[in-house]
């Protein structure tokens, strides 16, 4: 079974647009835990609109799953990612005025910038995953940056999903299979959601975790967090 890793970004969002503490991002990440999501997911901006580097490290004690940090690896991201030392660091180019990320890694160009960074994290035992569009070049290209994993950028295969379900998957499926002759693990995230996630997960072999969060938080809004958690998981059976 692929691991649901809940993305708490928006529930910080929430948080910060009233100031104070509520909702507790805190709570939230225990609460969704105990609910049984297997991991807990940040993506720290340079702002600190969503979730701020403080959050990052209080929720360091409290994640009992897998702990995964998401952003791009600028000295500021490099030095809490290394002080917090989650299971899992996925690096991400996104620019700091971007609502959210919109492009994976051009590993080609970026190939020895990006081997330089990984061994930075590996050699503290943090698993790396770099953040990719489902280009199989993109994909061999990202087995020399020596990279654990890689997360698929689903945010096209959830827009192509209503309209061709097979056309929306098949770019997925091939960077998929090449992922696996180069033995990288492929993590997914962006945009999956409950209609279409199912359908990923039966389509892509060997997939070892999503990262969700701004459908699956939207969704706790008609039928609480506790519920929803259960239903992600069930598509991910
Ligand atoms: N993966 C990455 C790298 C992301 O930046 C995001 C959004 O922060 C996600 C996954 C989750 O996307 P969504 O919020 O659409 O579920």
Known sequence: MAKLSVNINKIATLRNARGGNIPDVIQAAQDIQSFGAQGITVHPRPDERHIRYEDVRELK????TEFNIEGNPTSQFMDLVLEVKPHQVTLVPDLPEAITSDSGWDTIKHQK???KII??????NIRVSIFLDPIVDMVSAAKDTGTNRIELYTENYARKY???????IEPYQQAAKKAQELNLGINAGHDLDLENLAY??????????????????????YFGLENVIGMYLSRLQ
């Open 113 to 115: 910038f990006l081997r």
């Open 162 to 168: 209503h309209k061709n379900q097979n056309k929306a």
């Open 61 to 64: 004690p409290i994640v009992t």
């Open 200 to 221: 990923f997960k039966q389509n892509i072999g060997h997939l070892l975790e999503v990262s969700i969060g701004h459908a699956l938080i939207s969704d706790s809004l």
């Open 119 to 124: 061994e930075i994290f590996q050699k503290q």
